[in-house]
Structures are given as C-alpha cells and as structure tokens.
C-alpha cells in the first residue's frame, strides 16, 4: 500500500463553446476557453511540483489519450465514469484504492489560488483525520481528501451551495473524523477573475504568472 498521499486532479479537455459558461456569458467564449486552458496548466504546474504519486482524471474514457498527452512525469491515468460528480469521485476512489493507495486527495481545475502551503496544509491534516475539506466561500468545496474510502456521494447536491454542508454531514454519518483546511474559492465568473488577479499580484509560479496576464487583456 502506497503510504505517500495521492493527487488526483479531475479535469475536463478544454473546449470552444463548452465549460465556463458563465465567463463566456459576460466576455465571450474564446475569453472562456483561454481561462479554461490556462486553469488547466495551473493545475498541471501543481501536479509537476507534488512530491507523492499523481492521478489525472478526465471525464470520460474517450480524452484519454488527451489526458496521457498531457503529462510530463510518469503519472496515471484513470478516466471518470458516467454519472454525476459523486458518482465519478466514488469511482475513482475505488479503482485507486484497488490499486494500493491508502490517502487521496482530490482538486479540480477551479481553483489555482491554491498555494504550495495550501497543499502542505491538506497533506499535513489528511495524515491526522479520516476525511478533510477545503471549504469554498460559495458553500462547495475546491479539494477533498481521504484516508478512507468515501461514503456514496452521488445524491449529494453537486454544483449548489449546500454541497459542503451535506458532504461533511453525511462524512459525519458514516462515523468518519472531518477536518477542515483553509477556505478557498473556485473561477466561474468575471467577478472571479478579478479577485483572482489580486490573489496572483505576486504568485511567481509560471502559469499562474501567464494566467494573471490573461486576465489583465481580458479585464483591462
């Protein structure tokens, strides 16, 4: 069994008039795509400079030459299955846990003001407890991790502001220890691109630097 924790990253192949549909409502679709992609490296730059194993997890079994093509170190690829977001995460969950790893921690592509001390953070807590969230200030979650496996999450609220509350209460229920780490928040809309251009002022991490200048020709 694999001691060292796992991430997995979930993630969508980026595409012309599909995704962010709430940034291609306000700044059209090819600003979408380009954020859609840059989110992407983003979350690649993180995977490259994680120290454990790493999983990338497309949505669907046919992106995954797309998902293979993507990677520079030797990570795996495990594509999601049909059904909704709880549903994909119960199984990949599995797979990985049939597979030896013992602590996972899941992160989409929403949320690249995740520091390395955020990471370090989520490390640090999934070592001590059962189940470990990053709250998001609009009620859902931008990482979650386990030292066990998780609970059927596919009736849950997905995409809804009640989506943290019901995934920590039905953790509670099935009598696991939930710790929370840092609040953080997901990019959906203009209004987070612009926080977002103050939380990267002074990230130097390349693709949040190409990132942070996407978003000045986009806003400015």
Known sequence: MN???????FCKRPLHGQGKQR?????????????????????????RSWPG???LSPSCEEDRQWAEDLLLRDFKVVPQCDGNLGAK????DQIL???????????GTDAPE??????????QLLQQHGIVLTPADDGGVTAMGGRVPWPALDSLPWSTPELGAQLSAVC????FQVAFSSIGYDVDTEADLARLRDSLLYDARPARVQLL???NVLLD
């Open 3 to 9: 001691q060292q924790t796992t991430l997995v990253i």
């Open 23 to 47: 940034i291609a409502a306000t700044l059209g679709k090819d600003a979408a795509y380009q954020v859609a992609c840059a989110l992407l490296n983003c979350a690649l730059e993180d995977s």
């Open 53 to 55: 194993p790493v999983v």
């Open 89 to 92: 995460l119960n199984y990949v």
């Open 97 to 107: 846990r049939q597979q030896g790893a013992s602590r996972l921690l899941f992160i």
């Open 114 to 123: 995740h520091t390395v001390q955020r990471y370090a953070e989520l490390d």
């Open 172 to 175: 509670d229920d099935a009598g």
């Open 213 to 215: 200048s996407l978003i």
